[in-house]
């Protein structure tokens, strides 16, 4: 169904056009997924770099259940996979949405679409290259003595998931506050004024969302406070842009 305006679509051709939307996203995953699927290991063993750099030597990684060997790197390829598809997913997303926007507003999601996902990435990115050999060259460097090193697979894949989840959410602030100041429910000086709050909920948030050291609490709270700041500034542009407008 094509995803031109529609001043007269029922409620069941909006459903029907939602179907075909997200019908051409899993597909769109699939995809991607069945590209993938052959180097699942060798993904897998890139994911585990951080890691096995910074063990001992001789220290290797283990599975405890019969099947890690297989699930955790086919695991691993289907969320890296959504990842990949995310722009084709975004964009089905813009589709259906865009025949109810306004000129203005489309003028605003498209970017905010693309930002999002650059933002995303860059989180995980950040995740990957700058936190993990960190932590883990922490984690390894105080295990205590007589203790072997010795992680599950499956245990260290949910653990990076979960951190990279965390980071590629963090780093969507300057998005969230861009549209809480564009649907008025405040504003940049409003948030200016909160800017102590948001420090030490930025730490809080860091605590909960990594691993008990500070380190890894550190390295997600700064970023954020930073991106709260880009948030704020292109907020501003935007308000001073209206501000002229009227």
Same mark, same amino acid.
């Given at each position: 169904?094509?995803?031109?305006?529609?001043?007269?679509?029922?409620?069941?051709?909006?459903?029907?056009?939602?179907?075909?939307?997200?019908?051409?996203?899993? !597909? @769109?995953?699939?995809?991607? &997924?069945?590209?993938?699927?052959?180097?699942?290991?060798?993904?897998?063993?890139?994911?585990?770099?951080?890691?096995?750099?910074?063990?001992?030597? *001789?220290?290797?990684?283990?599975?405890?259940? /019969?099947?890690?060997?297989?699930?955790?790197?086919?695991?691993?390829?289907?969320?890296?996979?959504?990842? $990949? =598809?995310?722009?084709?997913?975004?964009?089905? /997303?813009?589709?259906?949405? =865009?025949?109810?926007?306004?000129?203005?507003? #489309?003028?605003?999601? =498209?970017?905010?679409? &693309?930002?999002?996902? +650059?933002?995303?990435?860059? @989180?995980?990115?950040?995740?990957?290259? /700058? !936190?993990?050999?960190? /932590?883990?060259?922490?984690?390894?460097?105080?295990?205590?003595? *007589?203790?072997? $090193?010795?992680?599950?697979?499956?245990?260290? +894949?949910?653990?990076?998931?979960? +951190?990279?989840?965390?980071? @590629?959410?963090?780093?969507?602030?300057?998005?969230?506050? $861009?549209?809480?100041?564009?649907?008025?429910?405040?504003?940049?000086?409003?948030?200016?004024?909160?800017?102590?709050?948001?420090?030490?909920?930025? &730490?809080?948030?860091?605590?909960?969302?990594?691993?008990?050291? !500070?380190?890894?609490?550190?390295?997600?709270?700064?970023?954020?406070? +930073?991106?709260?700041?880009? @948030?704020?500034?292109?907020?501003?542009?935007?308000? #001073?842009?209206?501000?002229?407008?009227?």
């Amino acid at each position: 169904m094509s995803s031109t305006p529609k001043t007269n679509a029922t409620l069941f051709d909006h459903l029907l056009e939602l179907r075909n939307r997200l019908l051409r996203s899993v !597909v @769109g995953v699939l995809v991607v &997924f069945c590209s993938l699927a052959y180097f699942a290991q060798d993904i897998y063993q890139y994911l585990a770099q951080p890691l096995l750099s910074t063990m001992p030597s *001789g220290a290797q990684m283990i599975a405890t259940d /019969v099947a890690s060997p297989f699930f955790a790197p086919f695991k691993l390829t289907i969320v890296l996979s959504i990842f $990949i =598809a995310m722009p084709y997913i975004l964009y089905q /997303v813009w589709s259906f949405v =865009a025949p109810g926007l306004y000129k203005n507003e #489309k003028r605003l999601v =498209a970017p905010l679409m &693309f930002g999002s996902t +650059l933002l995303f990435y860059s @989180g995980i990115a950040f995740a990957y290259f /700058v !936190v993990f050999p960190v /932590v883990f060259a922490f984690f390894t460097s105080v295990a205590p003595e *007589g203790v072997v $090193i010795a992680t599950d697979i499956s245990s260290y +894949l949910d653990f990076v998931l979960k +951190l990279f989840f965390a980071f @590629g959410v963090a780093f969507e602030i300057p998005i969230a506050i $861009i549209l809480m100041c564009w649907t008025g429910i405040t504003s940049p000086n409003s948030l200016r004024a909160k800017r102590p709050y948001i420090v030490v909920g930025a &730490f809080v948030v860091g605590m909960l969302l990594t691993p008990p050291d !500070v380190i890894s609490q550190s390295m997600l709270a700064i970023p954020m406070l +930073l991106l709260f700041e880009l @948030g704020i500034i292109i907020a501003s542009l935007h308000h #001073k842009e209206d501000d002229e407008d009227s």
